[in-house]
């Protein structure tokens, strides 16, 4: 599923985010930036050592939820990772909603700066951190969008690896809003 909204192309993709070929892509890290499960695990063992080399040499104190901190893109296709840290769900009694779209606005914006054209975000928080689906769907597409115009980003991709179901209703939902926005 594509669309092109303020000359910028967003797209729905179902795949392995390792697998992208944007300029950037976004890594639902933790606190520590020093690796873990999930989307960060799979995107240091598809990347090798220097992300992790960078992280631990550059950002020694980590990140804060909302935060980015960029690393080279190792053996990825992308030539960065933009690192984000989304929050954890507390049943959204920690003002999540507006972290969660911190987190996409932050990464955005430093795609732009580092002069990406082209940038691929995971599904943010809603793995370990729980945030639920049809929550997080909104604020992603919600926030992207008012992220544009862009003068440097021309490719949006939001990369889903969850079950059909899940996917599904955050397919749903993204067609629900573009076609408020088109
Ligand atoms: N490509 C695309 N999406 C993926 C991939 C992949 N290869 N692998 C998982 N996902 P999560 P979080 C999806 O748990 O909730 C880590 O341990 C997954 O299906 O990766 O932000 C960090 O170090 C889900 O929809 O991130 C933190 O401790 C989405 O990515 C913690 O998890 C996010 O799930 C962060 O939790």
């Keep these: ?17 390792t697998l992208e070929e944007t300029d950037a892509i976004v890594n639902a890290a933790n606190t520590t930036l020093r690796g873990g499960g999930g989307v960060d ?18 950002y020694p104190q980590g990140c804060e939820t909302g935060g980015v901190r960029t690393t080279n ?7 960065w990772i933009i690192h984000t840290l989304g929050p954890i769900w507390h049943r959204g009694s920690q003002n999540e909603p507006v972290l969660l779209e911190n987190s996409y606005r932050n990464t955005f914006h430093q795609a732009e700066r580092i002069g990406a054209t082209s940038i691929s975000y995971p599904s943010i928080s809603t793995g370990i951190y729980g945030f639920p ?27 889903l690896f969850s079950n059909r ?7 749903g939902q993204l067609g629900t809003i573009w076609k408020n926005h088109s």
Excluded at 41 to 58: D, Q
Excluded at 73 to 79: E, I, M, N, Q, T
Excluded at 136 to 148: D, F, G, M, Q, R
């Design 1 to 17: 599923m594509e669309i092109v909204i303020k000359k910028t192309q967003l797209s729905i993709i179902q795949g392995d985010i």
């Design 41 to 58: 695990g799979a995107i240091h063992r598809a990347g090798g050592p220097t992300i992790l080399e960078e992280c631990v040499t550059k």
């Design 73 to 79: 893109g190792g053996l990825l296709k992308a030539k």
């Design 133 to 159: 689906m049809q929550k997080a769907a909104p604020i992603a597409i919600e926030t992207v969008l008012s992220c544009l115009p862009s003068n440097s980003i021309q490719e949006v991709h939001f990369v």
């Design 165 to 171: 179901s899940e996917r599904l209703t955050q397919i």
